[in-house]
């Protein structure tokens, strides 16, 4: 049975939103050559579209890490499930996911890439839950301050279902 979701944010105002993102950061790394990593599955639509719009060079890399099943509730057990391709020593690395709930999977995450040796390691979120927050993270560039719901779209999933909608929805569950 399908779920029935509302929109929260408009697929135009997720374009805006992004492509001014792209615009403060390639201000930050001008001159540099950026090193991103997405975190699969969420925020691999992030990613690209943001990609798409920096005015720097930049390189892509890719992660998966465990820390939802499949419900809406949140696991504390964050697992690297796959794994850089590349070192990040000596780069400037910019993390980019779908979103940062309790905070678990970046803290942990984090933690583990700045073990790497990287040159500079900052976060990247297109949505932030902020009350939701158990550990705290600190995220350098934000695309959209929500209040607690769950939300699908542009990467996000419920039961691995609609990764692919254009905009932010809330699951009326
Ligand atoms: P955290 O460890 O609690 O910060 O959770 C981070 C991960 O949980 C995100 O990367 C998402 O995959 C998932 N997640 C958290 N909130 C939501 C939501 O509202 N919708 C879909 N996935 C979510
Ligand atoms: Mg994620």
């Known amino acids: 049975m399908a779920e029935k979701i ?6 135009q105002e997720v374009a805006d939103r992004i492509a001014g993102l792209a615009a403060e950061i390639s201000e930050a790394y001008r ?5 991103l990593i997405c975190v699969l599955k969420g925020g691999a639509f992030f990613m690209t579209e943001l990609s798409k719009h920096l005015l720097i060079p930049c390189t892509l890399d890719f992660m998966a890490v465990s820390s939802y099943g499949d419900g809406t509730t949140s696991s504390r057990n964050v697992k690297i499930i796959k794994d850089l391709d590349e070192p990040i020593e000596g780069r400037d ?5 779908d979103i940062i709930d309790s ?10 890439l700045g073990g790497r040796g ?15 927050r158990e550990v705290k993270v600190h995220v350098d560039f934000t695309g959209f301050k929500i209040p607690d719901a769950f939300v699908v779209g542009y990467g996000l ?17």
């Open 31 to 35: 001159g540099k050559v950026l090193h």
């Open 157 to 173: 999933d419920y039961q691995q279902k609609y990764r692919n909608l254009p905009f932010i929805g809330v699951v009326e569950i």
């Open 103 to 112: 905070g678990h999977t970046l803290s942990c995450l984090l933690k583990e």
């Open 118 to 132: 990287p040159k500079s390691l900052k976060l990247c979120t297109l949505l932030d839950k902020p009350e939701r």
């Open 93 to 97: 690395v910019l993390v980019v996911e």
């Open 6 to 11: 509302s929109t929260m944010i408009s697929s």
